[in-house]
Protein backbone atom coordinates (compact mmCIF):
# COMPACT_ATOMS: atom_id res chain seq x y z
CA UNK A 1 0.00 0.00 0.00
CA UNK A 2 1.49 3.70 -1.12
CA UNK A 3 1.14 7.00 0.51
CA UNK A 4 -1.64 7.81 -1.42
CA UNK A 5 -3.59 4.76 -0.64
CA UNK A 6 -3.10 4.93 2.96
CA UNK A 7 -5.17 8.17 3.30
CA UNK A 8 -8.56 8.19 4.35
CA UNK A 9 -7.91 4.51 6.37
CA UNK A 10 -8.67 4.19 10.07
CA UNK A 11 -5.65 4.00 12.88
CA UNK A 12 -5.76 0.44 12.95
CA UNK A 13 -5.53 -0.47 9.56
CA UNK A 14 -2.58 1.67 8.81
CA UNK A 15 -1.20 -0.19 11.65
CA UNK A 16 -1.15 -4.03 9.70
CA UNK A 17 -1.10 -2.95 6.08
CA UNK A 18 0.27 0.44 5.59
CA UNK A 19 4.06 0.31 3.68
CA UNK A 20 3.39 -2.88 2.30
CA UNK A 21 4.15 -3.76 -1.40
CA UNK A 22 4.10 -7.45 -2.06
CA UNK A 23 6.55 -8.88 -4.36
CA UNK A 24 5.93 -11.27 -7.64
CA UNK A 25 5.91 -14.22 -5.01
CA UNK A 26 2.80 -12.86 -3.93
CA UNK A 27 3.90 -13.30 0.00
CA UNK A 28 0.95 -12.31 2.83
CA UNK A 29 3.83 -11.39 5.14
CA UNK A 30 6.44 -9.07 5.04
CA UNK A 31 9.56 -10.35 3.92
CA UNK A 32 13.20 -9.40 5.38
CA UNK A 33 15.51 -8.73 2.68
CA UNK A 34 18.56 -9.23 4.24
CA UNK A 35 21.01 -7.94 1.36
CA UNK A 36 23.22 -5.63 1.92
CA UNK A 37 23.73 -4.17 -1.77
CA UNK A 38 21.34 -4.31 -5.23
CA UNK A 39 21.69 -5.17 -8.68
CA UNK A 40 21.52 -2.87 -11.17
CA UNK A 41 20.66 -3.98 -14.88
CA UNK A 42 23.08 -2.21 -16.58
CA UNK A 43 25.82 0.41 -15.92
CA UNK A 44 23.85 3.06 -17.32
CA UNK A 45 21.07 2.11 -14.86
CA UNK A 46 24.08 2.07 -12.04
CA UNK A 47 25.03 5.56 -12.77
CA UNK A 48 21.21 7.03 -12.86
CA UNK A 49 20.39 5.09 -8.74
CA UNK A 50 23.70 7.41 -7.99
CA UNK A 51 22.82 10.29 -9.53
CA UNK A 52 18.94 9.74 -7.50
CA UNK A 53 17.79 10.38 -11.24
CA UNK A 54 16.39 6.55 -10.65
CA UNK A 55 14.78 5.85 -7.62
CA UNK A 56 15.68 2.24 -7.01
CA UNK A 57 17.93 0.91 -4.32
CA UNK A 58 21.28 0.69 -4.18
CA UNK A 59 22.59 -0.18 -0.58
CA UNK A 60 21.04 -1.02 2.25
CA UNK A 61 22.87 1.65 4.74
CA UNK A 62 20.72 4.47 2.10
CA UNK A 63 17.51 2.30 1.38
CA UNK A 64 16.35 -1.44 2.13
CA UNK A 65 12.35 -2.58 1.45
CA UNK A 66 11.75 -3.81 4.49
CA UNK A 67 12.99 -0.61 6.17
CA UNK A 68 10.84 1.31 3.92
CA UNK A 69 7.92 -0.65 4.88
CA UNK A 70 8.61 -0.05 8.40
CA UNK A 71 9.56 3.89 7.73
CA UNK A 72 5.53 4.06 5.57
CA UNK A 73 4.18 2.15 8.30
CA UNK A 74 5.16 4.87 11.01
CA UNK A 75 4.59 7.80 8.78
CA UNK A 76 1.44 6.86 7.94
CA UNK A 77 0.66 6.07 11.85
CA UNK A 78 2.09 9.59 13.01
CA UNK A 79 0.22 11.56 10.17
CA UNK A 80 3.96 12.71 8.79
CA UNK A 81 5.03 12.87 5.36
CA UNK A 82 8.32 11.13 5.89
CA UNK A 83 10.16 8.57 8.04
CA UNK A 84 13.94 7.50 8.60
CA UNK A 85 14.38 4.50 10.41
CA UNK A 86 17.59 4.63 12.68
CA UNK A 87 19.95 1.94 14.65
CA UNK A 88 18.34 2.98 18.03
CA UNK A 89 16.67 5.94 19.79
CA UNK A 90 19.81 7.92 20.65
CA UNK A 91 20.66 7.89 16.82
CA UNK A 92 17.02 9.33 15.77
CA UNK A 93 18.26 12.23 18.51
CA UNK A 94 21.24 12.76 16.99
CA UNK A 95 20.68 12.43 13.23
CA UNK A 96 17.94 14.60 13.91
CA UNK A 97 20.51 17.30 15.68
CA UNK A 98 22.91 16.78 13.23
CA UNK A 99 21.20 17.14 9.86
CA UNK A 100 19.05 20.44 10.82
CA UNK A 101 21.81 22.21 13.19
CA UNK A 102 24.98 24.12 12.96
CA UNK A 103 27.32 25.51 14.91
CA UNK A 104 26.11 28.94 16.93
CA UNK A 105 22.58 27.06 16.81
CA UNK A 106 20.88 27.26 20.37
CA UNK A 107 18.12 24.22 22.10
CA UNK A 108 15.39 25.03 24.10
CA UNK A 109 14.76 21.35 25.80
CA UNK A 110 13.27 19.95 28.62
CA UNK A 111 14.87 19.08 32.26
CA UNK A 112 12.87 15.94 32.22
CA UNK A 113 14.10 14.35 29.34
CA UNK A 114 15.85 10.62 28.88
CA UNK A 115 19.21 10.80 31.07
CA UNK A 116 20.78 10.08 27.99
CA UNK A 117 19.43 12.26 25.81
CA UNK A 118 20.36 15.14 28.52
CA UNK A 119 24.05 13.60 28.23
CA UNK A 120 24.10 13.90 24.23
CA UNK A 121 22.81 17.65 24.56
CA UNK A 122 24.98 19.04 27.68
CA UNK A 123 28.26 17.12 27.23
CA UNK A 124 28.43 16.27 23.27
CA UNK A 125 26.36 18.79 20.91
CA UNK A 126 27.98 21.39 22.96
CA UNK A 127 31.54 20.90 21.70
CA UNK A 128 30.29 21.56 18.38
CA UNK A 129 28.82 24.79 19.12
CA UNK A 130 25.37 24.02 19.73
CA UNK A 131 23.92 25.56 23.19
CA UNK A 132 21.59 24.00 25.32
CA UNK A 133 18.92 25.66 27.74
CA UNK A 134 17.02 23.92 29.59
CA UNK A 135 13.66 24.88 31.27
CA UNK A 136 10.82 22.61 33.30
CA UNK A 137 8.68 20.58 30.94
CA UNK A 138 5.29 22.22 31.72
CA UNK A 139 5.90 26.04 32.36
CA UNK A 140 5.44 27.58 29.13
CA UNK A 141 6.61 31.26 29.93
CA UNK A 142 9.64 29.25 30.82
CA UNK A 143 10.12 27.85 27.22
CA UNK A 144 9.28 31.10 25.97
CA UNK A 145 11.96 33.40 28.59
CA UNK A 146 14.52 31.03 27.03
CA UNK A 147 14.43 31.45 23.51
CA UNK A 148 16.86 33.62 21.65
CA UNK A 149 17.33 34.87 18.09
CA UNK A 150 19.84 31.96 17.71
CA UNK A 151 17.12 29.03 18.83
CA UNK A 152 16.33 26.58 16.36
CA UNK A 153 15.12 23.78 18.29
CA UNK A 154 12.37 22.85 21.37
CA UNK A 155 13.08 19.54 22.22
CA UNK A 156 10.80 17.31 24.43
CA UNK A 157 8.95 14.57 25.88
CA UNK A 158 5.18 14.55 26.85
CA UNK A 159 4.79 12.61 29.57
CA UNK A 160 7.98 12.85 30.60
CA UNK A 161 10.02 10.12 32.60
CA UNK A 162 9.37 9.43 35.00
CA UNK A 163 7.19 11.88 36.83
CA UNK A 164 4.14 11.79 33.91
CA UNK A 165 4.36 15.59 33.44
CA UNK A 166 3.14 17.16 30.52
CA UNK A 167 3.34 19.92 28.65
CA UNK A 168 0.24 21.30 26.45
CA UNK A 169 1.33 20.67 22.81
CA UNK A 170 -0.76 23.39 21.00
CA UNK A 171 0.38 25.70 23.11
CA UNK A 172 4.26 24.90 22.84
CA UNK A 173 3.92 24.84 19.14
CA UNK A 174 2.73 28.31 19.21
CA UNK A 175 5.90 29.15 20.86
CA UNK A 176 8.19 27.54 18.56
CA UNK A 177 6.73 29.33 15.57
CA UNK A 178 6.84 32.58 17.19
CA UNK A 179 10.52 31.98 18.10
CA UNK A 180 10.73 30.67 14.53
CA UNK A 181 12.32 27.22 15.67
CA UNK A 182 11.05 23.59 15.11
CA UNK A 183 9.05 21.58 17.71
CA UNK A 184 10.50 18.30 18.36
CA UNK A 185 8.73 15.69 20.50
CA UNK A 186 9.86 11.90 21.25
CA UNK A 187 6.76 10.43 21.31
CA UNK A 188 8.00 7.08 22.55
CA UNK A 189 6.10 7.16 25.88
CA UNK A 190 2.58 7.33 23.63
CA UNK A 191 3.16 6.36 20.72
CA UNK A 192 0.91 7.46 17.74
CA UNK A 193 -1.89 5.07 19.29
CA UNK A 194 -1.94 7.66 22.25
CA UNK A 195 -0.76 11.00 20.77
CA UNK A 196 -0.07 12.20 17.41
CA UNK A 197 2.02 15.02 17.79
CA UNK A 198 2.15 16.54 14.29
CA UNK A 199 -1.14 16.71 14.30
CA UNK A 200 -1.00 19.18 17.17
CA UNK A 201 1.92 21.80 15.49
CA UNK A 202 4.64 19.98 15.99
CA UNK A 203 7.34 19.65 13.73
CA UNK A 204 8.94 16.65 14.00
CA UNK A 205 8.81 13.21 16.13
CA UNK A 206 11.61 10.60 16.89
CA UNK A 207 11.02 7.48 19.02
CA UNK A 208 12.89 4.98 20.86
CA UNK A 209 11.71 1.71 18.42
CA UNK A 210 12.94 -0.30 21.37
CA UNK A 211 10.34 0.70 23.56
CA UNK A 212 6.43 0.15 22.75
CA UNK A 213 6.66 0.11 18.77
CA UNK A 214 8.18 -3.36 19.24
CA UNK A 215 6.57 -3.82 22.50
CA UNK A 216 8.39 -7.05 23.11
CA UNK A 217 12.07 -6.14 24.05
CA UNK A 218 13.68 -7.85 21.51
CA UNK A 219 15.09 -5.25 19.00
CA UNK A 220 17.15 -1.75 19.72
CA UNK A 221 16.20 0.94 16.58
CA UNK A 222 15.18 4.49 16.21
CA UNK A 223 12.86 6.53 14.01
CA UNK A 224 12.77 10.45 12.89
CA UNK A 225 9.30 11.50 11.31
CA UNK A 226 7.92 14.57 9.49
CA UNK A 227 8.38 16.33 6.63
CA UNK A 228 9.69 15.30 3.27
CA UNK A 229 12.14 18.26 2.96
CA UNK A 230 13.47 18.13 6.57
CA UNK A 231 12.98 14.29 7.47
CA UNK A 232 12.89 12.73 3.60
CA UNK A 233 15.94 15.20 2.53
CA UNK A 234 18.10 16.35 5.32
CA UNK A 235 17.81 13.18 7.79
CA UNK A 236 17.72 10.41 5.22
CA UNK A 237 21.17 12.49 3.59
CA UNK A 238 22.54 12.55 7.08
CA UNK A 239 21.42 9.16 7.70
CA UNK A 240 23.01 7.78 4.39
CA UNK A 241 26.60 9.49 5.02
CA UNK A 242 27.13 8.59 8.37
CA UNK A 243 25.48 5.46 8.57
CA UNK A 244 23.46 5.01 12.03
CA UNK A 245 20.72 2.77 9.64
CA UNK A 246 18.40 0.24 11.16
CA UNK A 247 18.94 -3.76 10.31
CA UNK A 248 16.10 -4.97 8.09
CA UNK A 249 15.91 -8.16 10.39
CA UNK A 250 14.79 -5.68 13.08
CA UNK A 251 12.95 -3.56 10.72
CA UNK A 252 10.75 -6.54 10.04
CA UNK A 253 10.46 -6.93 14.02
CA UNK A 254 8.81 -3.15 14.79
CA UNK A 255 6.87 -3.91 11.72
CA UNK A 256 5.07 -6.80 13.67
CA UNK A 257 5.24 -4.98 16.54
CA UNK A 258 3.22 -2.28 14.86
CA UNK A 259 0.66 -4.56 14.15
CA UNK A 260 -0.46 -5.08 17.86
CA UNK A 261 0.35 -1.69 19.02
CA UNK A 262 -2.89 -0.14 19.43
CA UNK A 263 -4.38 -3.29 21.30
CA UNK A 264 -1.39 -3.23 23.69
CA UNK A 265 -1.51 0.54 24.39
CA UNK A 266 -5.12 0.38 25.01
CA UNK A 267 -4.44 -2.70 27.36
CA UNK A 268 -1.26 -1.42 29.39
CA UNK A 269 -2.93 1.69 29.69
CA UNK A 270 -6.22 0.39 31.09
CA UNK A 271 -3.91 -2.09 33.42
CA UNK A 272 -1.58 0.89 34.54
CA UNK A 273 -4.31 3.23 35.50
CA UNK A 274 -6.02 0.33 37.53
CA UNK A 275 -2.62 0.08 39.42
CA UNK A 276 -2.39 3.74 40.09
CA UNK A 277 -5.69 3.71 41.53
CA UNK A 278 -4.76 0.94 43.49
CA UNK A 279 -1.57 2.08 44.84
CA UNK A 280 -2.52 5.66 45.49
CA UNK A 281 -5.50 3.55 48.29
CA UNK A 282 -2.37 2.07 49.96
CA UNK A 283 -1.00 3.98 53.42
CA UNK A 284 2.51 2.72 52.89
CA UNK A 285 2.69 4.58 48.98
CA UNK A 286 3.72 8.54 49.43
CA UNK A 287 2.05 9.68 46.13
CA UNK A 288 1.17 8.35 42.41
CA UNK A 289 2.32 9.92 39.53
CA UNK A 290 -0.14 8.91 36.28
CA UNK A 291 -1.66 10.99 34.12
CA UNK A 292 -5.28 9.22 34.42
CA UNK A 293 -5.10 10.23 38.05
CA UNK A 294 -7.81 12.74 38.98
CA UNK A 295 -4.81 13.77 41.36
CA UNK A 296 -2.32 14.66 38.23
CA UNK A 297 -2.14 18.36 38.31
CA UNK A 298 -2.36 17.74 34.55
CA UNK A 299 -5.43 15.27 33.87
CA UNK A 300 -7.22 17.20 32.07
CA UNK A 301 -4.83 18.12 29.23
CA UNK A 302 -3.61 14.83 29.67
CA UNK A 303 -7.55 13.59 28.52
CA UNK A 304 -7.73 16.67 26.15
CA UNK A 305 -3.98 15.63 24.70
CA UNK A 306 -3.85 11.91 24.62
CA UNK A 307 -6.13 9.12 23.51
CA UNK A 308 -5.23 7.29 26.91
CA UNK A 309 -3.14 7.89 30.13
CA UNK A 310 -0.41 5.42 28.85
CA UNK A 311 1.38 2.06 30.31
CA UNK A 312 3.99 4.29 32.63
CA UNK A 313 3.38 5.10 36.51
CA UNK A 314 6.10 5.97 39.18
CA UNK A 315 4.86 6.22 43.03
CA UNK A 316 6.68 6.92 45.97
CA UNK A 317 7.29 4.63 48.88
CA UNK A 318 8.03 5.75 52.70
CA UNK A 319 11.44 5.37 53.97
CA UNK A 320 13.46 6.51 50.69
CA UNK A 321 16.04 4.09 48.84
CA UNK A 322 15.70 0.88 51.50
CA UNK A 323 12.43 0.55 51.33
CA UNK A 324 12.10 1.15 47.44
CA UNK A 325 15.13 -1.34 47.19
CA UNK A 326 13.45 -3.78 49.69
CA UNK A 327 9.75 -3.35 47.52
CA UNK A 328 12.07 -4.41 44.39
CA UNK A 329 13.97 -7.39 45.49
CA UNK A 330 11.25 -8.76 47.37
CA UNK A 331 9.17 -8.92 43.95
CA UNK A 332 9.05 -12.62 42.24
CA UNK A 333 7.31 -11.74 38.58
CA UNK A 334 7.83 -8.15 37.89
CA UNK A 335 10.89 -7.98 35.97
CA UNK A 336 13.98 -5.77 37.57
CA UNK A 337 15.03 -4.07 34.51
CA UNK A 338 15.58 -0.49 33.33
CA UNK A 339 13.74 -1.43 29.70
CA UNK A 340 10.32 0.21 29.10
CA UNK A 341 7.24 -0.61 26.86
CA UNK A 342 7.39 -4.47 27.27
CA UNK A 343 4.18 -6.69 27.43
CA UNK A 344 6.04 -8.20 30.65
CA UNK A 345 5.53 -5.21 32.87
CA UNK A 346 9.14 -3.85 34.53
CA UNK A 347 10.16 -2.29 37.26
CA UNK A 348 12.91 -0.14 38.16
CA UNK A 349 14.76 2.44 40.68
CA UNK A 350 15.45 5.53 38.72
CA UNK A 351 17.33 7.40 40.84
CA UNK A 352 20.02 4.60 41.15
CA UNK A 353 19.42 3.72 37.52
CA UNK A 354 18.33 5.43 34.82
CA UNK A 355 18.92 8.86 36.69
CA UNK A 356 22.06 7.64 38.28
CA UNK A 357 24.48 9.94 36.50
CA UNK A 358 22.55 12.78 36.94
CA UNK A 359 24.16 14.92 40.00
CA UNK A 360 22.11 15.27 43.42
CA UNK A 361 21.15 18.65 42.55
CA UNK A 362 20.14 17.69 38.76
CA UNK A 363 18.14 14.52 40.39
CA UNK A 364 16.01 17.10 42.78
CA UNK A 365 15.62 19.12 39.98
CA UNK A 366 14.23 15.90 37.86
CA UNK A 367 11.90 15.24 40.94
CA UNK A 368 13.42 12.12 40.88
CA UNK A 369 13.64 10.74 45.38
CA UNK A 370 15.34 7.85 46.81
CA UNK A 371 11.79 6.89 47.65
CA UNK A 372 10.53 6.93 44.17
CA UNK A 373 10.04 3.46 41.54
CA UNK A 374 8.54 3.54 38.16
CA UNK A 375 6.76 0.67 36.92
CA UNK A 376 6.10 0.28 33.02
CA UNK A 377 2.65 -2.01 32.96
CA UNK A 378 2.62 -4.97 30.54
CA UNK A 379 -0.31 -7.50 29.84
CA UNK A 380 -0.12 -9.74 32.90
CA UNK A 381 -3.22 -10.04 35.29
CA UNK A 382 -3.80 -6.82 37.27
CA UNK A 383 -4.19 -9.20 40.65
CA UNK A 384 -1.00 -11.01 39.79
CA UNK A 385 1.05 -7.53 39.68
CA UNK A 386 -1.25 -6.25 42.59
CA UNK A 387 -0.23 -9.76 44.46
CA UNK A 388 3.39 -9.13 43.64
CA UNK A 389 4.00 -5.40 44.58
CA UNK A 390 2.65 -6.56 48.03
CA UNK A 391 5.52 -8.87 48.67
CA UNK A 392 7.27 -5.79 49.51
CA UNK A 393 4.90 -3.28 50.56
C1 LIG B 1 12.12 8.58 26.02
C2 LIG B 1 13.30 7.89 25.42
N1 LIG B 1 13.89 8.41 24.32
C3 LIG B 1 14.97 7.83 23.76
C4 LIG B 1 15.51 6.70 24.29
C5 LIG B 1 16.74 6.10 23.63
O1 LIG B 1 16.39 4.98 22.89
P1 LIG B 1 17.38 3.77 22.55
O2 LIG B 1 17.68 3.07 23.82
O3 LIG B 1 16.58 2.97 21.57
O4 LIG B 1 18.60 4.37 21.95
C6 LIG B 1 14.94 6.10 25.40
C7 LIG B 1 15.53 4.85 25.95
O5 LIG B 1 15.27 4.42 27.03
C8 LIG B 1 13.80 6.72 25.99
O6 LIG B 1 13.22 6.21 27.10
Given at each position: ?????????????????AGQRRTPEGEHGEPIFTTSSFVFESAAQAAARFAGSDEGNVYSRFTNPTVRAFQERLAALEGGESCV?????????????????????????????????????????????????????????????????????????????????????????????????????????????????????????????????????????????????????????????????????????????????????????????????????????????????????????????????????????????????????????????????????????????????????????????????????????????????????
Amino acid sequence: MDHEQAEGLGFDTLAVRAGQRRTPEGEHGEPIFTTSSFVFESAAQAAARFAGSDEGNVYSRFTNPTVRAFQERLAALEGGESCVATASGMSAVLATCLALLKSGDHIVASHSLFGTTLSLFSNYLTRFGITVTFVPLSELAGWEAAVRPETRMLFLETPSNPLTELVDLVELAGVARRAGAMLVVDNCFCTPALQRPLALGADLVVHSATKFLDGQGRCIGGAVVGDRQRVGQEVFGFLRTAGPTMSPFNAWVFLKGLETLSLRMRAQSDSALALARWLESLPQVRRVYHPGLPSHPQHLLASRQQKHYGAVLSFEVEGGRRAAWGLIDATRLISITANLGDVKTTITHPATTTHGRLSPAERERAGVGEGLLRLSVGLEAVADLQADLLRGL
